[in-house]
């Protein structure tokens, strides 16, 4: 079955760096969107990045220009490089996939979470001011 499996994820101080990644299993990854989201405590849950099957990426705008989303096909593992981070970037991150037995290739939407259909457990990042 399908399997999402986010890296433990971290604390960092203001300014600094993580890389979270996903690990996908049970599925032909490249024919997959693939999403990161985050929920803060008493919050909605946002779409923080994502990617199709062609590599074509979209951001939100309270991460562009910080955060990279990226892919390893040969891996099966998604990736989220997030530099700058700031305090209100603390969430639990969570990745997510659209898979429907063909390649993706959605250029809108993506940001959506009923765009998708498998999620990982999801992984705590906190960053401190």
């Known amino acids: 079955q399908v399997q999402l499996v986010e890296s433990v994820g971290g604390s960092v101080q203001s300014g600094g760096s993580l890389r979270l990644s996903c690990a996908a299993s049970?599925?032909?990854?490249?024919?997959?969107?693939m999403g990161w989201f985050r929920q803060a405590p008493g919050k909605v849950r946002e779409g923080v990045a994502s990617i199709n099957s062609a590599g074509r990426t979209s951001y939100a705008d309270s991460v562009k220009g910080r955060f990279t989303i990226s892919q390893d096909n040969a891996k099966n593992t998604l990736y989220l490089q997030m530099n700058g981070l700031k305090p209100e970037d603390t969430a639990m991150y969570y990745c997510a996939a659209r898979y429907y037995g063909r390649r993706c290739y959605l250029t809108s939407d993506l940001l959506f979470g009923h765009t998708y259909n498998y999620w990982g457990q999801g992984t705590q990042v906190t960053v401190s001011s």
């Open positions: 049970g599925y032909t990854y490249s024919s997959s969107c």
